[in-house]
T-cell receptor, first 112, second 111 residues
Framework: RKEVEQDPGPFNVPEGATVAFNCTYS??????FFWYRQDCRKEPKLLMSVYSSGNEDGRFTAQLNRASQYISLLIRDSKLSDSATYLCAVTFMDTGRRALTFGSGTRLQVQP | EAQVTQNPRYLITVTGKKLTVTCSQNMNHEYMSWYRQDPGLGLRQIYY???????DKGDVPEGYKVSRKEKRNFPLILESPSPNQTSLYFCASSLTSGRKFFGPGTRLTVL
């Protein structure tokens, strides 16, 4: 079983739609959580960190559910420019070091 | 401008010909790491470094070497590249092992 799992998609949604992605992680001792955005053939860029109480940045809302071991990303009022792959990343302790593990990504395609 | 740079951006080579991909950051970050990204497998860590002269294996270190002689540089060395090392490679740096800043990527093809 992968340590961090995401639905690869693609999620095809019309402009203005609300879309949500989930990411599950296997290590209950995971400590920090992030969402990255990656455009085609480009480097991943941090979209937002995910805090225990949930956090919002404009149209984006991230939430953490420790009991069920998943994080989520909600995008409201989707724009064409939101089309990208969204990677979740989780840190956990691994043989004495903090390791950051990425999911394989969920592809979002926003259509006009 | 704060950034991570990698060179070359694209490289086509042949099996067995040693190559080095350079990585440099100007943010005075202690943590640096190398990832490879393959379809369906996501980003996998090759090696990481917590500081100068401190390096350790990630999840897929076989066939790679690294060095960290200066804080800003973290080159990735393939002593004898093989076709299964054809991939998209990213260097990343961070203050801790959390939030990372990635370089633009190096697309490597080994024939």
């Amino acid at each position: 079983r992968k340590e961090v799992e995401q639905d690869p998609g693609p999620f095809n949604v019309p402009e203005g739609a609300t879309v949500a992605f989930n990411c599950t992680y296997s290590n209950s001792a995971s400590q920090s959580f992030f969402w990255y955005r990656q455009d085609c053939r480009k480097e991943p860029k941090l979209l937002m960190s995910v805090y225990s109480s949930g956090n919002e940045d404009g149209r984006f809302t991230a939430q953490l559910n420790r009991a069920s071991q998943y994080i989520s990303l909600l995008i409201r009022d989707s724009k064409l420019s939101d089309s990208a792959t969204y990677l979740c990343a989780v840190t956990f302790m691994d043989t004495g070091r903090r390791a950051l593990t990425f999911g394989s990504g969920t592809r979002l395609q926003v259509q006009p | 401008e704060a950034q991570v740079t990698q060179n070359p951006r694209y490289l086509i080579t042949v099996t067995g010909k040693k190559l080095t991909v350079t990585c440099s950051q100007n943010m005075n970050h202690e943590y640096m790491s190398w990832y490879r990204q393959d379809p369906g497998l996501g980003l996998r860590q090759i090696y990481y470094s917590m500081n100068v002269e401190v390096t350790d294996k990630g999840d897929v270190p076989e066939g790679y070497k690294v060095s960290r002689k200066e804080k800003r540089n973290f080159p990735l060395i393939l002593e004898s590249p093989s076709p299964n090392q054809t991939s998209l490679y990213f260097c990343a740096s961070s203050l801790t092992s959390g939030r990372k800043f990635f370089g633009p990527g190096t697309r490597l093809t080994v024939l």
